[in-house]
């Protein structure tokens, strides 16, 4: 892989050599480290092998035991918003290293679940599946006892793509025990799970088919949906002639309480970091170059934050390695900031650490 002035390679699809050739400086080197490799890929929008590649070293036992391709998983796939597969690696890195891994930070949940903008332990994740037999009954029981000594729980139905009558009355009496219980609770993908409950009603209303409904209810208290709760109790009344059961309010202690605490104030850290870069840093980002080169002017520590960026995009590394350098060489210290793992594992395939300090972003 050859680098040039503009940024062009000579393949296609980037190769695994370190660069031969950036702006003026010349130098030769070994093959890129296999993270390295990945990250390259991934500049080329080329996500699908860098993941490849990644997650062959979390498995390989010469590398597992590396966190980097581990924390750069985590990037990939938070940025390409594959929450299932993140949840499930944040699962073995627990197991692998014997600590959290980093809080989610995208999406609307993160507000859901205060404790994942508090980059607090997330090892109460409990994703309720059918074991090998295909059977749900057993697992609701880990579910109850898993949930109840942990004290909180965030519970994933992504796996439910059916449900008998007899565990839906099962997975009630479970959940309706923790909500009186006062047990927190968040929970991933309950519209999946609502749609098999959906699907299991049908037009002739009997005793058999009644936990489907009431199942539903739960799930509704227990999110807080007041409206589709009264509807689903007008259909309720139709269908068996009885009265629905009653609304009840469920409380989750830990939101409640972070919702009654004030925002923190910005810490100084954050406006050390005097000039952002942000989104896709590529061939089209002239204005962000430009401004940058005119923000260096002005003093002597030159602190670029890139928690905003989501790729830099392999045809523009050259060009962003000689505004980088072209700042070092006029005499002023550069600090890139706030690198997420992917980003960071790129810019030193490049060899910006020769003319910046580079600064991962914290995990947790």
């Not at 609307?108 to 309720?128: G, I, T, V, Y």
């Not at 989501?310 to 060009?319: K, P, S």
């Amino acid at each position: 892989m050859a680098f040039t002035a503009t940024g062009t390679h000579s393949a296609a699809r980037p190769g695994p050599r370190a660069a031969s050739r950036v702006g003026t400086e010349e130098y030769h080197s070994a093959p890129l480290p296999p993270a390295q490799e990945a990250a390259v890929l991934y500049a080329a929008n080329l996500a699908a092998p860098a993941e490849a590649i990644l997650k062959g070293l979390t498995r390989d036992p010469a590398t597992r035991t590396n966190k980097q391709p581990w924390l750069m998983l985590f990037d990939l796939f938070e940025i390409t918003q594959n929450r299932s597969e993140y949840e499930a690696l944040s699962l073995l890195y627990t197991v692998r290293f014997e600590q959290s891994p980093p809080a989610w930070v995208g999406g609307d949940e993160a507000a859901a679940d205060p404790r994942r903008a508090q980059s607090r332990e997330r090892k109460d994740f409990f994703a309720l599946k059918p074991n090998t037999l295909g059977e749900l009954a057993p697992e609701i029981q880990k579910l109850v006892a898993f949930a109840e000594s942990m004290g909180t729980v965030r519970i994933d139905f992504a796996k439910i793509a059916s449900i008998t009558a007899s565990e839906a009355a099962l997975l009630a009496a479970a959940l309706q025990r923790l909500r009186r219980a006062g047990t927190p609770m968040w929970f991933n993908n309950t519209e999946s799970l609502e749609q098999v409950l959906r699907a299991a009603f049908n037009e002739r209303a009997s005793d058999a088919i009644r936990s489907f409904w009431l199942l539903l209810f739960e799930l509704y208290v227990l999110q807080g949906k007041n409206e589709p709760f009264e509807e689903l109790g007008m259909e309720y009344a139709v269908a068996f002639e009885i009265s629905p059961p009653s609304w009840e309010v469920y409380v989750n202690s830990v939101a409640q309480a972070a919702a009654r605490t004030p925002a923190a104030p910005a810490t100084p850290a954050t406006h050390a970091a005097g000039f952002s870069m942000k989104g896709v840093i590529s061939t089209a980002s002239q204005n962000q170059f430009a401004e940058l080169a005119a923000h260096a002017a002005a003093g002597t520590e030159i602190v670029v934050d890139m928690s905003k960026v989501l790729r830099v995009d392999f045809t523009a590394g050259a060009q962003f390695f000689e505004v980088v350098k072209a700042i070092q060489l006029a005499g002023k210290r550069v600090i890139l900031s706030n690198l997420s793992e992917l980003n960071a594992a790129l810019l030193e395939a490049f060899g910006f650490n020769r003319h910046a300090i580079l600064i991962r972003r914290k995990a947790n």
